[in-house]
């Protein structure tokens, strides 16, 4: 009998062990969301996420690199709760695989296309000119930007300049980086003497100045959808998504020089702070 009670005891406790494991489970993924964004989301969602945990004690672990790497990583069954591309079509990527939540999806932010030169760089202004860019560059300069075939701001790049008739001389001169903060680095720490990436991007770093504002019209609207991942645990990212969408998240993102696209509006590009 003794061996009995013993047995249901040892029984007892496996099983209470287990659910209280399975609890903490729950409660952890109640109190986080993994977030893949754009790098150049970091500096708006790193100060968001922080005033979001502060209000609901939701910590979030967010991941910045090229939309591309990171959609591909989403599908390779990386734990992401919510994913922010930096253009539609790595969005488009993951919807077509049924790897985002399409009722959760959302084009929540514009940016626009800046050319960028070291603060101490004697160029005042790039006009968009074969002889223009030429000039600037000098003889062997680089112009930094992303991965013109899988990198958003290369993407977005390589269509402006083909618009304006540049990319034949552009092209040979071009350093591409895995994400568009690899290449604003490039510019500010001297390597390469333009670059060109999003307004935001120009303002989260001092040691670089804007030169030169791409047309309206050269390339696709430079719109930032976000959605919740299918496989999402909890609903961590889905609450922070739906703290980004309100009034109180704004200012995190004007400040860094994205515009909020509102319910309803046309996705057409903010003023660029020169």
Known sequence: MRHLARSF???ALVAGAGLAQAAAGVAHAADSATVFAAASLKNALDNAGKAFTAQTGVEIKASYAASSALARQ????????????ADLEWMDYLAQRKLIRPD???????????VVTGKDSKVADVPFTQD?????LGADGRLATGEVNSVPIGKYAKTAFETLGLWAGIQ??????????????????????LGVVYESDARSDPGVKVVGIFP??????????FAVTADAKGEGGKRF?????????????????FGVIAAGEAATPAPVAR
């Open 9 to 11: 005891l040892v029984v």
């Open 74 to 85: 989403i599908e390779s069954g990386a734990p992401a709760d919510l994913f922010a591309s």
């Open 104 to 114: 959760t999806r959302v084009n929540l932010l514009r940016n626009r296309l800046v």
């Open 132 to 136: 223009g860019f030429a000039k600037a």
């Open 172 to 193: 040979p001169r071009l350093a591409q980086a895995d994400n568009v903060r690899a290449a604003l680095a490039l510019v500010s720490r001297g390597e390469a003497p």
């Open 216 to 225: 309206e019209g050269s390339h696709p609207p430079v719109v930032y959808p």
């Open 241 to 257: 998504l739906d703290f980004l969408k309100t009034p109180a998240a704004k200012p995190f993102f004007e400040a860094q020089g």
